[in-house]
């Protein structure tokens, strides 16, 4: 919903071939209702009415059920990251690698994106059979898992979201520990910079490779493994942002009489 007209609605819509319907809020009045008017903008501006933009997760029965705002407008969570976030689906296909104590599969909400999309990315880990890795918040000298992303001016990372370990009890050194067996999953969320932000590392094709790493020490019944650093990337391809502006009216219709 915007605070366009529908003419203006119609052209953008036909332009772009959308698949879904778009609502024109004209005088912005269920903008104001919502009380998500942009008061940052004077009222003499030709921009004057927009909305902070968000987006509102509504049920069937017409309750809210989440909603996402950002306070800097450049910056939007995709509809991507909003389905794995909300609804659990699984985001769009990356890399799988295997060692010899587990399997890891990259996956991100988006693959294409825009600057300032706010991005999730993910780390699906299966161990494997009578393997497990320790969680973070472990004491003494054991070795938690940790998942880096590497820094850079081109993206800013969120922080992580770890699961909660279970408890396993070490019955040869008598005692319990925070662990990860079988499968888990790591989420983040990676925002997208502004055009001079990353226009130093977009490759020709307009893709933004970010690095990052996963640590773990694996341990069996018996073994405890050396620790391990597995190099990990995630591919985006930054697309180039649509600024053609619709017309406020469509032109009148001539006569050939």
Known sequence: MTYDSPAVLKQFSDRV???????????????????????NIPEDNQFF??????TYIVDAQGTVKSKYFEDDYRERFTAGSIL?????????????????????RTWASNTKAYVGSRVTVGLDVELLPG????APGVQDSYKPIDWKIQESPAWVTLA??????????LRAINE???????????????????????????TPDRELKVQAWFYYQ??????????VTVPLDYRLYIAEQDRTR???????????K
């Open 17 to 39: 071939s959308l698949a879904y319907p778009l609502l024109a809020d004209e005088g912005s009045k269920v903008i104001r209702a919502f009380g998500i008017l942009n008061t």
């Open 49 to 54: 009415g927009v909305p902070f933009p968000g």
């Open 84 to 104: 794995v976030k909300d609804f659990g689906l699984l985001g769009e296909e990356g890399r799988e690698l295997t060692t010899k104590h587990l399997k890891l």
């Open 131 to 134: 393997m497990h890795v320790y």
């Open 160 to 169: 992580g979201s770890y699961p909660k370990g279970r408890l396993l009890r």
């Open 176 to 202: 319990t520990v925070p662990v990860y067996q079988g499968k888990f999953r790591l989420t983040r969320e990676v925002v997208v910079g502004q055009p001079k932000e990353i226009a130093a590392a977009l």
């Open 218 to 227: 694996a341990c069996d019944d018996k073994i405890c493994y050396a620790p």
């Open 246 to 256: 619709a017309r406020k009216s469509q032109p009148p219709t001539t006569s050939s």
